[in-house]
């Protein structure tokens, strides 16, 4: 008996521990004290404190130490080694949760993908190694709907169609204390939509340091704005202290997303809170994307169902123009087109500010500069959306090994990642990398195939390129290129950064007639600029035609039949003059053309004057006509490709088509890129066999900026490109034509035996093409498709194909496309599958179900392994402040700083610094004066001078000095500061 | 699983009770055929309301719809954004080219027909067991084809659920009769006291298992199919296979083993205590013959429910389990359907379910008939 119980109370405690293990809340993360002055926790409003911060926030200790790299090692001896670092590296799929762990454990290296802001404190006590890059960045987005009395559709007031109480907001948040408390300190608290601490921001250093000071979190004076507004709008506080109107409570709806990293959930709840410290009754509505995209998105926001959004936003990679971001992020005109940013009515000034700058109307970089200053205090007095924080991500992994990684967007998007990746101490060994499912989530293949980061990092390694994109800058270094000149058109604002760029400009630059403009799918050649130059001719002959027969039209008795018999002969004159046998018939005389005729009879008679009549019926003429014309009159004529305002010419080495081979052994030839150019076209356009509607918008895009190629030799290869865009850094727009289609790297062989299947309607390069022909998304790795690319490849070698011959044809034999042909047939039958490319990895094997991907050395790689060998850690700087502790009012003083390498602690190089800048706030946190550092020595010494006649003008009391670095390496400034007493 | 098995034999002895007497015209044949063409269509109505509802439900009857064009146009608007090709666009341009862009994705998924013809088709394709295409997912291979996307984990997933499964199965009914023999012994009171472990479930174990065998130990891995780089040889792909087996399935069966057997004991313990046994046991049948004889074929419908039903469930997957151990099953590719709203995976899915559920129902039927004097063919039907 005595045992019956003893069990019975075993199982109990047995079952019962589990229940409280299981319920019991995870260990918390370490956390930082939050900031002082953020004593008010976020669910006790009432107990926040009154006095304003001090401001600006001081950059966190995530934000001083970007990539905790590894400690600095001997430099290795010169390497004779070629291809990558490593033998081999191993990817596979690891859960998140467990990265760390298992890097402790020696299971993996390296967790690539990186992990959020909140793991920060778990890496740095398991006392790995990581790198530090931007990630996704939270707003508060609000719903800007309101009438002249900021009323909703059904009369309710909407308190955020106040531009003054969004401005308001800004100061009820406490971005230190979210950071501190939610992020552990490892994210940036963001007051702007520039990338904080990035390329613009760091351009704007002053300015940015000085608005986050003046909008430092004060949520009394976020009280009164709102209570001064919410009055003057009508509103009156009930006996409750919650604002009523009409006679009923002002009801927040707040869209708060649960689902993601879950932080948006404490954000949503932080920010209710201090609505209802300032008055406001919250209705918190929970729910994940796609709960609650049916009501920021999808409703109409007069109808008032929702007024704020915890908006989620994604950073691709370092970013060094952000100019159009306050068109994007606020103005009515953004390009997100949704009806919350149509309802927003921006200043004026700030719409015209935000479109100048949108639009490139500036001439000097100091114009564009002038340009930003305006925007960010009118951005923030605008604040359709309040910025939070932006996040950082941590990949981390085991210090004996070196990983560079983009700062902008992480390990995984950084070409140079495996160009670089070694052990400290060794030439060779095995890396594992963990990262996400999304290794093999879509099928690769280099035209359209998988677009995830886990893929494309994958892919990179087994990749070259003509120019290897900077993880510090955001700006290119040349890989296979030798060297490039860009002309550009005078008062083109750009610049050169790197010596293998020669900028000039000149006043005109015209496209040469026999440059390539665009391509002529149905008879498979490119259409030159001689070509464009007669289309042009023709379509405005058949536009004067289509004038004058519009001329002959009756306005006032205009119907249907009048429309069919305009565009009938429009169509027969059209024939006559250029040869075409265009037939507007059919089209006109289906069910769909009929309604369409009829529409637009009845739209045109519609319309008020007869200019208008008439420019209409001249339109639907020639659209009709248009639409059925197979020739290339009505696209090209209608481009005008004679000049452009710039023109890259790309230089690559006399030996390049010897020393550069494909991993299947054949040597890179003029062909590859012949190939990466046709695609470039034949993919996108309507009549090819490979057509994807779904890249025809992406093809539209291109053309509407892209002026004319032109090979300009092939021994060595040289190619000039003429653009309509013009990166304002001229090492940004070198195109170089390598054979990478987007999506991966590939000889030309393999993209037309893909081309072959596609056009064969068995496969399909994309996902839409796909299930709209009902075929399988190509992969080149793995699954049906590998047996349907086999069969083409051995048509392909028995038919000596030459792939768009007309052109293909002079760069290649039919006895050189059956070796090339031969050499793909031979790879696959070693790795079972058609990866192919030129870079220091090759892909080994892929294990798809298993979510297991192996590189291996490729030891015929061009380059030694060493040649990136300096970017092997970022070279992040750190700013240390000598000076007096006090000042005297009327008296001049001086601050030293120093700049110093954050791995080493070596002196950083004057030279490789841009600028230093210093600020002074009082006890307020106002900025009081902003001045620029002297540089006093080599060794990145300057000299922070305050003069007698700024000191005159401090008040006495504590202080404060920032000063900030802005490095030419890394895009990432380093800033200190130090508090001092101003004695009267 | 145990549950289950139980209401089943209470159905089955309602059913078994004694029929009426047979009229001289109520053929065995006729019987049958009625009885089967009559459950045949009872299961084939069944199946199709099954299904209809499985799509309603994955679609939310419709709202789906209004999501999806949501997230198109949010997803859509951020790709354009945020990629680099297209930043020095017009804005005209870009807005162009990510109206262009929400088209053609909803066409692709089918938005432009109303969501109760599709639906239709939908329904009319699993019924004749067209699967179709998948809207979103591929294949780990990269296939589109529900066919192969299932088929693909299908291994993976029976090798995790069928190990473990019948490992619980046949230990717990062995084990269970066993102690229904020694009933009161020390082993017994043993699993009765630790059958509350059964309260956490698979995952929990998971958890623990990871973190004393992979993340302490380093003797086992902590998740995957296989060693990285996976092993040339087939031999050592199939013993890296088995190796990473060890954790996944071992966290099932430590999950519900001794529930299992408690479950399995009690029943046996109902049936050892008939007074036929009894009898039996009086007239000096040894324990081996009274445990064949009289234990185990009353209780041998039940057994064989229990095997069907744990048979189908095998093809479900253990999705937490799966996703812990990073387990490529299809658990984790039914619940990503389900998140995704891809209803023809989550159709394909149901459909299998459903007809193998039906068939072994149907089926269940007749070897009752076969194991079971006691209990006839639509004997029932024609009282």
Redesign the interface.
């Known amino acids: 008996m005595l045992r019956n119980r003893f069990y019975v109370a075993l199982g109990l405690l047995a079952a019962f521990s589990m229940i409280l293990g299981a319920c019991a809340a995870p260990a918390p993360a370490p956390t930082t004290q939050p900031a002082a002055q953020a004593t008010s926790a976020p669910t006790q409003p009432t107990a926040a404190p009154a006095q304003p911060t001090s401001a600006p926030a001081q950059p966190t200790a995530a934000s001083a130490q970007p990539t905790e790299a590894a400690k600095p090692t001997e430099a290795p001896a010169q390497s004779t080694r070629h291809g990558g670092w490593l033998d081999e590296i191993d990817y596979s799929v690891v859960d998140g949760q467990s990265a760390i762990t298992q890097i402790q454990a020696d299971a993996i290296n390296l967790f690539s993908y990186g992990l959020a802001s909140d793991k920060l404190a778990d890496i740095k006590k398991a006392d790995l190694c990581y790198t530090q890059s931007y990630g996704t960045y939270y707003s508060l987005l609000f719903n800007p709907y309101g009438n002249a009395k900021h009323e909703y559709a059904d009369g309710r007031l909407n308190p955020f169609s106040n531009r003054k109480i969004r401005e308001a907001t800004n100061w009820a948040v406490d971005r230190n204390y979210i950071n501190q408390e939610i992020y552990a300190g490892g994210a940036l608290p963001k007051l702007f939509p520039l990338t904080t601490q990035l390329v613009d921001y760091t351009d704007l250093i002053a300015e940015a340091r000085g608005l986050e000071a003046k909008y430092a979190y004060n949520l009394d004076k976020a009280k009164e704005i709102v209570d001064t507004e919410m009055t003057a709008m009508g509103a009156k506080k009930g006996a409750d202290g919650k604002w009523e109107y009409n006679g009923k409570p002002v009801k927040i709806t707040f869209l708060i997303r649960n689902d993601g990293d879950g932080t948006r959930l404490q954000l949503g709840n932080y920010f209710g809170t201090q609505l209802e410290a300032m008055g406001f009754a919250v209705e918190h509505k929970e729910g994940k994307s796609s709960d609650l995209s049916p009501l920021w998105i999808g409703s109409d926001p007069k109808e008032g169902q929702w007024d704020i959004y915890t908006g989620g936003w994604g950073s691709n990679g370092l970013n060094r123009d952000e100019r159009t971001i306050f068109r994007e992020m606020y103005l009515p005109n953004s390009p997100q087109g949704i009806p919350l940013f149509t309802d927003n009515v921006p200043d004026p000034e700030f719409q015209k500010v935000g479109d100048d700058l949108a639009d490139g109307r500036f001439k000097t970089l100091q114009e564009r500069h002038d340009l930003m200053v305006k925007a960010l205090p009118l951005s923030v007095q605008d604040s359709l959306q309040v910025w939070l924080v932006d996040l950082q991500s941590y990949a981390p992994f085991n210090c004996d090994l070196e990983v560079s990684s983009d700062v902008g967007a992480g390990v995984e998007t950084t070409f140079m990642s495996p160009y670089t990746m070694r052990f400290k101490d060794k030439e060779g060994g095995q890396v594992k990398v963990g990262t996400t499912a999304t290794l093999f989530t879509d099928p690769w293949n280099p035209v359209n195939g998988a677009n995830w980061v886990t893929s494309a990092y994958v892919q990179n390694a087994t990749a070259g390129r003509g120019t290897m994109p900077d993880p510090y800058t955001g700006l290119a270094w040349p890989l296979r290129a030798e060297k490039a000149d860009l002309v550009a058109q005078t008062g083109t604002p750009v610049q050169t950064n790197l010596d293998w760029v020669n900028l000039s400009f000149e006043d005109t630059i015209k496209v040469p007639d026999d440059a390539w403009v665009d391509w002529d799918p149905v008879n498979q050649k490119f259409l030159t600029a001689a070509d464009a130059a007669k289309a042009k001719t023709q379509y405005d002959q058949v536009k004067a035609k289509a004038d004058e027969l519009v001329g002959a039209v009756a306005l006032a008795k205009l119907d249907d039949a009048a429309l069919v018999k305009l565009v009938t002969d429009l169509a027969a004159a059209y024939n006559t003059a250029s040869g075409a046998t265009v037939d507007v018939t059919k089209a006109l005389t289906s069910d769909e053309g009929k309604q369409a005729v009829a529409d637009k009879v009845k739209e045109i008679q519609e319309l008020k004057t007869d200019d208008e009549k008439k420019a209409a019926l001249a339109e639907f003429a020639m659209a009709q006509v248009g639409a059925q014309d197979t020739g290339y009159v009505f696209t090209l004529g209608q481009r005008d490709v004679s000049t452009a305002k710039s023109k890259a010419v790309i230089y690559y080495p006399a030996d390049m088509f010897k020393t550069v081979k494909w991993h299947d052994g054949s040597a890179l030839s003029p062909a590859d890129f012949i190939m990466s150019m046709i695609l470039t076209f034949d993919y996108g356009k309507p009549g090819s066999a490979i057509y994807d509607e779904d890249v025809a918008g992406n093809l539209e895009a291109f053309l509407s900026h892209f002026k004319g190629v032109q090979i300009l030799s092939t021994d060595p290869l040289t190619i000039a490109t003429y653009d309509d865009n013009v990166f304002s850094d001229a090492e940004l727009n070198i195109t170089t034509w390598w054979p990478n289609y987007g999506f991966g790297e590939a000889p030309w062989q393999s993209v037309a035996i893909g081309n072959e299947a596609v056009a064969a309607k068995e496969l399909a390069w994309g996902t839409g093409q796909a299930d709209r022909n009902k075929v399988e998304w190509m992969s080149f790795i793995g699954g049906p498709s590998l047996d349907i690319l086999s069969k083409h490849l051995d048509q392909a070698i028995a038919n000596k194909t030459i792939p768009y011959a007309d052109v293909m044809g002079k760069y290649v034999t039919a006895d050189e496309a059956v070796a090339r042909y031969n050499a793909l047939k031979k790879w696959y039958a070693d790795h079972k599958h058609f990866w192919d490319g030129t870079g220091p990895y090759y892909l080994s094997t892929a294990d798809l179900n298993a979510g297991v991907a192996v590189s291996k050395q490729n030891p015929d790689f061009v380059d030694l392994s060493d040649r990136w060998s300096k970017f092997g850690q970022a070279p992040l700087g750190e700013a240390a402040l000598d000076g007096p502790a006090q000042l005297k009012v009327g008296e001049a003083a001086e601050y030293k700083a120093t700049f110093t390498y954050q791995s080493s602690g070596d002196a950083y190089p004057t030279k490789d610094i841009r600028a230093v800048k210093f600020l002074l706030y009082d006890s307020t946190g106002a900025t009081v004066y902003v001045g620029a550092g002297t540089p006093t020595s080599d060794e990145g010494v300057f000299t922070l001078a305050i003069p007698a006649d700024v000191a005159a003008k401090l008040t006495a009391g504590a202080g404060r000095i920032e000063v900030a670095g802005v490095f030419i390496p890394v895009a990432i400034p380093a800033f200190t500061s130090q508090d001092y007493v101003v004695l009267p | 699983m145990s549950s289950k098995s139980l209401a089943a034999n209470a159905e089955t002895q309602v059913r078994s009770e004694p029929t009426a007497k047979k009229s001289f015209d109520d053929s065995t044949l006729i019987r049958m055929t009625k009885y089967t063409g009559i459950r045949l269509v009872t299961m084939a109505i069944t199946v199709t309301i099954g299904v209809y509802l499985t799509i309603l439900i994955a679609n939310m009857g419709g709202y789906v719809d ?2 999806m ?3 198109i ?2 997803n859509t ?2 790709s ?12 005209e ?9 929400i088209t ?2 909803e066409n ?1 998924l089918g938005l432009n027909q109303p969501f109760a013809v599709r639906s239709l088709g939908y329904l009319t394709n699993a019924l004749t067991l067209n699967l179709g ?1 998948a809207m979103q997912m ?8 529900v066919r ?1 996307i299932l088929l ?1 984990r299908l291994p ?1 997933t029976l090798l995790l659920t069928g190990t473990s499964e019948l490992f619980l199965f046949f230990v717990s009914v062995f084990v269970a009769l066993a102690l229904s023999r020694k009933y009161g012994g ?1 082993f017994d ?2 699993t ?6 059964s ?2 479930p698979p995952w ?1 174990y998971g958890i623990f298992l ?2 004393i065998f ?2 302490v130990l ?1 003797v086992l ?6 060693d ?3 092993p040339d040889n087939k031999i050592d792909y199939a013993l890296s296979v088995l190796k990473h087996l060890i954790l996944p399935a071992a966290s099932v069966i430590i999950a519900s083993i001794f529930l299992s057997i408690y479950t399995w004991r009690t029943f046996f313990l109902i049936f050892s205590s008939e007074d036929y046994v009894e009898v039996a046991k009086a007239k000096g049948l040894s324990p081996r013959d009274v445990e064949q004889r009289y234990i185990l074929r009353p209780t041998l419908p039940t057994i064989i429910t229990s095997f069907a039903l744990l048979a189908i469930t095998l093809w479900t997957g253990f999705t937490l389990t799966e ?2 151990f ?1 387990w ?1 099953g299809l658990g984790i590719t039914i619940y990503r359907a389900i998140g995704l ?1 891809d209803t023809p995976v989550i159709v394909g899915s149901t459909i299998i379910y459903a007809y193998l559920l039906a068939i072994t129902v149907l089926l269940l039927d007749f070897i009752y008939a076969l194991v079971d004097p006691r209990v006839k063919i639509g004997g029932g039907g024609s009282k």
């Open positions: 209004t999501i064009r949501n997230e146009r949010d608007t951020q354009i954004l945020a990629n680099p090709s297209f930043r020095t666009l017009s804005t341009a870009k807005q162009r080219l990510i109206q262009e862009k053609s994705e692709r295409r591929t294949s780990d291979q990269g296939s589109k084809e192969l693909e993976a020390w009171k043993f009765i006291a630790l059958s509350p472990t309260a956490a929990f990871i973190l992979a993340a380093r891995p902590f998740g995957g199919l296989v990285v780089p996976p996703t812990i990073l490529p709203y």
